[in-house]
């Protein structure tokens, strides 16, 4: 089992393409399933720590959770979106095989991160400020999301049709995660905070925050709207949260 | 049933989505058939945008996400249809209702896709305005590419036209296009309360 | 509706999907807790992959079997109504669907079979060279050379029948591809009656076994099997 899971992720790395052709064959997915899940839990995991660091403590663990699991809870959302998107632009994939494709990217996705950690913990480590660390971990990302890429094009179909699949789901999973990311945030934390909360109290959305910067960019500035849904136990409020001013 | 139905809908293990979105089916129940799992699936979507308020909205949206399809297809494609039959273009009643399945099924797939994104957005948005702009982004991806089908399956009939009717049909087609956009929008802003409707 | 009520929603969603994967799998006791779980907590992605491992060899055949399906019947309608309809008549369809239909059956059978440890080639033949080494008495050697044999001859059916369904597959999407550009082009049907032949002589490949020969040359490799079949074809 264990060698078979060590295979699985030499080939995510080596040749996306075998990859990408075995999720379409369908070939028992359950090994590619097994192992990416690993991967991507894995790797995320040790990236969320490191991304901790600099916050220490409490942080580390509540990131190390939180970044696999904003990931898989992504992965959950937008899957059904591959597999609509590709059917009606004319490239039907099986659900199975966007399952493996997806999860399989995600895999190769979080093992760059993986990889990345040590770089990042060093910056961390030499004292690059909050926005930095933001923006560095923001190119990590980036970097493992276009390792992805190229397995995810392979697998839909190495065409004009299949980056055209692409580029819609991208359209999908960009605002889909970037909300989850959102409502399980801090990830980093600030080290000024005296208290670690292991998620924030609710403010607004991703999209609201998104609109307000874009109204504020034009010199229309607006308060956020009150905040209809209960906060989740444990949650605090940044704006009760005087600490967590920079 | 005959052996082909028996064949096509056979098992869970076939290709359900490419079924739906196959070119043409081989028989006119197929094609119905196909319609209304695209009216379906786009229910399905309408559950999930109603999952904002919850309730009777789920109701309320389920039924109002497929009438946008329904008013198309009902009003929008038989004046398309009655329109390039004046200008003598060769399209044919069978081929446009095949058109018109694929078109639905297509839209139904990608919208059912995207409805569990939609859900988590419109319940943890907490602006009416962005989620309302949220829904709309969706039905405009969701209805451009689920149109698509309809105008390149009408488009590859009157390929086959002389120049200048073909030419005349292109120009009804991006009309088409057009007002199909506009009906979808305005079926969809009067009966979905997401986007302000009753 | 909040969060909260999603979550319930999803978690009745796990039950179900844990009970169905129960239902449609019967796995070793540790394989069973994983898919237990992951049916559980992850549903929407496990619950996919769950059913479609459920007979993962024979998923191939199966695959291609409906993509071919889908292919004939566009090629049927793309010449419904029109004079090159004889060419792929109803008739001639509903055959060809059904031929695969049972064809592909047998493929997932043979599949099942041929997944399960005793039907394994090599094992056969790793026993048959363990009893030669140990000296086994003349009628075990006997009975495990027959069941090599055997296994040798299911695996090379299977083989044959994967290869054919791969073929037929490539030649109904040219045939589908040959109908619509004949009925566009108003052009000559001399070619299509050449690939509609060739399909009928892979459809009637399927509809029969293999010959001991034959399965000893398939086993061999494909290029072995292929001269076998051209010399007998003289």
Request: with cysteine; glycine share 8%.
């Amino acid at each position: 089992m264990f060698q078979e899971t060590v295979q699985v992720l030499e080939r995510l790395l080596r040749s996306p393409s075998q990859i990408a052709k075995h999720c379409a064959a369908d070939e028992d997915p359950r090994a590619l399933f097994l192992a990416s899940l690993c991967a991507t839990l894995l790797g995320a995991a040790a990236f969320g720590g490191v991304l901790a660091t600099s916050r220490g403590g409490l942080q580390l663990l509540y990131s190390a959770t939180k970044v696999p699991l904003a990931l898989v809870i992504t992965l959950v959302l937008v899957v059904p979106a591959l597999h609509g998107l590709a059917a009606s632009l004319g490239q039907p994939l099986r659900l199975s095989a966007v399952v493996s494709l997806v999860l399989a990217a995600t895999g190769r996705a979080a093992l760059v991160l993986l990889a990345l950690s040590p770089v990042v913990w060093l910056a961390l480590d030499r004292g690059i400020g909050y926005h930095s660390s933001v923006l560095l971990a923001a190119a990590c990302y980036a970097l493992a999301g276009l390792s992805a890429l190229g397995l995810l094009w392979h697998g839909v179909g190495k065409s004009l049709r299949g980056a055209f699949v692409i580029a819609c789901f991208g359209l999908v999973l960009v605002p889909t995660g970037a909300q989850t990311a959102w409502l399980l945030r801090p990830f980093i934390g600030r080290p000024a905070q005296a208290r670690v909360p292991f998620l924030r109290h609710r403010e607004s959305s991703f999209a609201d925050a998104m609109y307000l910067s874009a109204l504020s960019s034009q010199g229309i500035y607006r308060a956020p709207e009150p905040n209809s849904h209960p906060a989740p136990r444990g949650a605090t409020n940044l704006a009760d949260d005087a600490e967590e001013a920079p | 049933m005959t052996e082909s139905d028996v064949a096509l809908f056979r098992g869970v293990e076939a290709a359900y989505s490419a079924r739906l979105t196959a070119l043409e089916l081989p028989d006119r129940a197929d094609e119905w058939r196909r319609f209304a799992s695209g009216l379906a699936l786009t229910s399905v979507y309408g559950l999930a945008l109603g999952a904002r308020s919850g309730g009777t909205s789920l109701l309320r949206h389920a039924l109002g996400a497929p009438a946008a399809l329904l008013a198309v297809s009902a009003l929008a494609v038989p004046a398309l249809f009655v329109v390039l039959a004046l200008i003598d273009a060769p399209v044919t009643l069978p081929k446009t209702l095949s058109a018109t399945a694929r078109a639905s099924a297509s839209t139904g797939l990608l919208l059912a896709g995207l409805a569990p994104a939609s859900a988590l957005l419109v319940v943890t948005i907490d602006s009416d305005q962005v989620a309302s702009v949220v829904t709309r982004l969706t039905l405009i991806l969701a209805g451009t590419l689920g149109g698509l089908p309809l105008l390149s399956g009408i488009y590859e009939e009157v390929r086959r036209a002389p120049t200048g009717t073909r030419l005349k049909s292109v120009l009804l087609l991006c009309g088409f296009a057009l007002f199909a956009g506009a009906l979808s929008a305005r079926i969809w802003s009067a009966l979905l309360p997401i986007l302000g409707g009753a | 509706m909040t969060l909260t009520d999603l979550g319930v929603l999803y978690g009745i969603g796990g039950v179900a999907s844990a009970a169905l994967v129960r239902r449609f799998t019967g796995k070793p006791r540790r394989e069973s807790a994983t898919s237990f779980l992951l049916s559980l907590l992850l549903w929407p992605l496990w619950l996919p992959i769950a059913l479609a491992s459920r007979k993962p060899s024979s998923l191939v055949g199966a695959r291609l079997s409906s993509d071919t399906e889908v292919a004939l019947l566009e090629a049927h309608a793309a010449v419904r109504g029109t004079p090159l309809e004889p060419l792929l008549p109803r008739q001639a369809l509903d055959r060809i669907l059904s031929e695969l239909a049972r064809a592909g059956e047998r493929h997932a059978e043979l599949s099942e079979l041929l997944a399960r440890r005793h039907f394994d080639p090599k094992l056969a033949e790793a026993r048959v060279a363990r009893l030669t080494r140990d000296g086994a008495p003349a009628r075990t050697l006997s009975s495990a050379r027959l069941h090599l044999d055997n296994v040798e001859r299911l695996a090379a059916l299977r083989a044959r029948d994967q290869r054919t369904f791969e073929e037929l597959a490539e030649l109904v999407l040219a045939l589908r591809a040959q109908l619509v550009l004949a009925k566009f082009s108003e052009s000559s049907a001399s070619d299509v009656q050449g690939i509609v032949g060739e399909v009928w002589a892979r459809i009637d490949v399927l509809g029969t076994t293999l010959e001991p020969a034959s399965a000893g040359a398939y086993m061999a490799g494909p290029a072995a099997f292929s001269d076998l079949a051209e010399s007998q074809a003289e």
